[in-house]
């Protein structure tokens, strides 16, 4: 066995716990940062925990009658309910526990959905349950579009770039509008946790799902999820799309706990944007002027959010 | 001892679910079905029933939250009409491939458009064949038994199903009848709590919901179709048990002075009463007249059908649902097809009638029935419209 692989094994294996909840054996693609963010969260979560999943890739690798991925109670309902799936599974555990029928224990409840079935088909499902405050985690898996039927654009997809229904035409040059701040309408909730992510910073991530799991009350986790296959690129490049998504600034990691914002990664200096759209096909048509229109965006966008961290913790050094 | 009390329908179903002891309820409000959620509100916030009240945010959370509670093994109910069952209608399907025994009031009200709150039988037309048991009701005291009586058929091992109650908007939900009321002890023997078979908890992980291909699909159908169709006894079972503890006995149809009777006139829900009326004041004229009802529409009652309609001549049929295009009313079509193979079979005449609230009176069905024994062969007709 190579040496340094095998110190890594016992390294990790010291931090991290080896078992699984998502098991091998699932259909995700190659290189799928999904499939990869998924099993963090399993892994973080642990035993005591049950999951409602939305209708999307997640779902069709991991669940093909009559195999099953999970080792943890699981269940597939539709598209756009999963939070209202968890708000069932919440208060009947709750209820049961009460009435003395089941054992008392302490058993998080999760939901599960990509950005289709998370910032458009399921948004109301999302709303209703972070405003009746149900104790779950939500996490939306952000692969930036609709990968399970064949990338077709939703409101998480960047601006420029191409997929299936926002096609790079000969007029219309892929996507045509800003990705819809989906960590920003959970904090407008008031919920008590939020964070966005990345399977790129695994550390970060599962401490993330950890502390969300402790808190009581509704959490939402946003992880962005790189996808080889919708954004055309070699699968050996997700992780490092993921750090460039992070280090150019356009995928920020930050929590939200409270109402206080607090950066996870304080970049002094961010990384030109175009080291992160030019090594995925879905960008490929950009000219020079949208990426400098990207560009100044995401300038604006991460100096919005600085604001934002420096105005919730002031004078509370 | 039961005690009879005067009340309203909805405040009366409210209080059977209370007694019944569920534990989550799920619903979004729409008329005419909001007195009930409304009372069981009240229920749950003055702690006379210890159970989580969801206030969704819309019909299909409803019905997915009760999917999710159910799934944890909890007893769910909801109750919704018209425009909110087909907003759910998504997944009311998948509860019963779910096999999860949740009850829902159906409060029976038209479908838009036109928008129209009033009563018939549209809604719940529109999602004949998603899997659940449903039965249709008369009266109050017959909504009040049949939460009991649902949740016993539902949660039965045997069974595994959801239940459906079709009671008619404002003409049940908004009346004032008298109930007779069970007492809770023999509520709690009739109905012990929910014990579910497989639940979603950490000590035993399952996975529901898993997609099948088209290798395993069919299977799957096959056996949601026969789990419907094998539920038939264990509905007998428990309206006879039903009976034997309150005296009053439920039979998937129900025929009323059938003896003898050259026609036959079929129905569903409250205007059965109404039709009981014309049926005497026929038969006082020495017509040869009988009504039969149809009270267990899903698993269909085939046999009892049969039986109930042996010596007629004519059958007719009373729909509160359209067919766009198609034979008639969903009524009809199914009446046609059970008796489609018999050697010697009816003359079966279609009225569509009491759509949307249009009242309809006992000359009315007085009328329906000369009609159809004054014009032959078998045809449909929307009864009673405005020329
Ligand atoms: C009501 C409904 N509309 C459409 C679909 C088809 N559909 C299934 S998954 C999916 C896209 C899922 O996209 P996303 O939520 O982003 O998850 P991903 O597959 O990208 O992980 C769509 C459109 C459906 N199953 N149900
Ligand atoms: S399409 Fe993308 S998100 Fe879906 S399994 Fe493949 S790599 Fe993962």
């Known amino acids: 066995m190579d040496k340094n692989l095998d110190r890594l094994n016992v390294y990790a294996s010291r931090l991290i716990s080896q078992k699984e909840y998502f098991v091998p054996g699932h259909r995700a693609c190659q290189g799928c940062a999904e499939a990869l963010a998924l099993r963090l969260v399993a892994k973080a979560l642990g035993r005591n925990n049950v999951i409602a999943s939305a209708t999307g890739c997640m779902e069709i690798v991991s669940s093909p009658l009559p195999l099953t991925s999970w080792n943890v109670p699981w269940i597939h309902v539709a598209f756009e309910n999963a939070a209202a799936v968890a708000s069932g599974i919440e208060a009947g555990l709750k209820v049961l526990m009460r009435k003395g029928r089941i054992p008392p224990k302490r058993i998080n409840v999760m939901a599960m959905a990509g950005d289709g079935g998370t910032s458009d088909i399921g948004l109301q499902a999302l709303s209703g349950a972070m405003e009746r405050g149900h104790d779950f985690i939500y996490v939306c898996f952000d692969n930036e579009a609709y990968m399970n039927t ?31 701040n989906m960590p ?22 599962m401490e993330k799902v950890k502390k969300a799991a402790a808190i009581e009350g509704p959490a939402y986790i946003h992880i962005l999820s790189v996808c080889p296959t919708g954004w055309r690129l070699p699968p050996q490049m997700a992780i490092h ?47 020079p002027e949208m990426i400098e229109q990207i560009q100044q965006r995401v300038g604006e966008e991460y100096e919005k959010l600085k604001k934002k961290v420096r105005m919730t913790n002031e004078g509370q050094e | ?39 069981l509100s009240e229920v749950v916030n003055n702690g006379e029933l210890d159970a989580e009240f969801i206030p969704v945010e819309s019909e299909h959370s409803a019905m997915s939250v009760c999917t999710g509670s159910s799934a944890a093994g909890a007893r769910s109910f909801t109750c919704t009409s018209s ?61 009040y038994d049949h939460v009991f009586i649902g949740y016993r058929v539902a949660e039965d091992r045997n069974v595994l199903l959801p239940f459906m109650v079709n009671l008619d908007g404002f003409v049940l939900t908004h009346v004032i009848e008298p109930i ?25 992980p399952v996975t529901m919901g898993a997609f099948a291909t088209p290798a395993l699909y069919t299977e799957t159908k096959k056996a949601q179709t026969e789990s419907l169709t094998e539920a038939m006894p264990y509905v007998l079972k428990a309206w006879q048990e039903f009976g034997d503890m309150t005296g009053r006995y439920y039979h998937p149809v129900e025929t009323y002075k059938t003896e003898g009777a050259k026609v036959v006139l079929v129905t569903q829900g409250s205007l059965s009463e109404t039709a009981t009326l014309a049926i005497d004041s026929l038969q006082g004229a020495g017509e040869p007249v009988g009504l039969v009802k149809i009270r267990l529409w899903r698993p269909f009652p085939f046999e009892e059908f049969k039986e109930a309609v042996a010596g007629a001549d004519l059958v007719v049929v009373m729909d509160r ?33 009491g759509i949307a609230g249009r009242d309809v009176a006992p000359e009315d069905f007085v009328h329906m029935i000369q009609q159809a024994q004054e014009r032959p062969g078998e045809w449909y007709e929307l009864y009673g419209v405005r020329e």
């Not at chain 2, 005690?3 to 619903?27: C, F, H, L, W």
């Not at chain 2, 010697?344 to 009225?351: A, D």
């Open chain 1, 150 to 180: 064949g990338i077709q654009r939703s409101s998480s997809t960047p601006f420029g770039a191409s997929t299936t229904t926002s096609p790079a035409g000969s007029v219309v040059p892929g996507q045509t509008t800003w990705k819809k």
């Open chain 1, 184 to 205: 920003e309408i959970a904090v407008a909730h008031n919920i008590p946790y939020v964070a966005t992510a990345c399977s790129s910073y695994p550390f970060d991530l």
């Open chain 1, 241 to 287: 799309a993921g750090r460039l998504a992070v280090e150019t600034g356009m995928f920020p990691l930050y929590e939200v706990e409270q109402g206080r914002y607090h950066l996870n990664i304080d970049l002094s200096e961010l990384r030109p944007i175009e080291e992160y759209l030019k090594i995925q096909g879905r960008f490929r048509h950009l000219t």
């Open chain 2, 1 to 39: 001892m039961a005690t009879r009390v005067g009340m309203e329908v909805s405040i009366a179903a409210a209080e059977a679910v209370k007694q019944a002891n569920v534990d989550v309820i799920a619903a979004y409000p729409i008329t005419p079905q909001t007195h009930i959620v409304e009372h």
């Open chain 2, 83 to 143: 425009q909110g069952l087909a907003l759910m209608s998504e997944i009311v399907y998948i509860t019963s491939s779910l096999r999860l025994p949740i009850l829902m009031l159906l409060a029976n009200r038209s479908l838009s458009g036109p928008l129209s709150i009033w009563n018939d039988h549209t809604d719940v037309m529109s999602i004949r064949d998603c899997g659940w048991i449903q039965v249709f009701v008369e009266n109050g005291q017959e909504v």
């Open chain 2, 180 to 204: 007779e009321f069970l007492d809770q002890e023999i509520v709690d023997r009739y109905l012990p709590p929910y014990q579910p078979k497989y639940s979603l908890h950490p000590d035993h």
């Open chain 2, 321 to 353: 649902a359209i067919s766009y295009g198609g034979p008639g009313g969903p009524l009809a079509s199914e009446i046609r097809s059970a008796l489609y193979a018999q050697e010697k079979r009816p003359r079966i005449v279609n009225f569509i009638a």
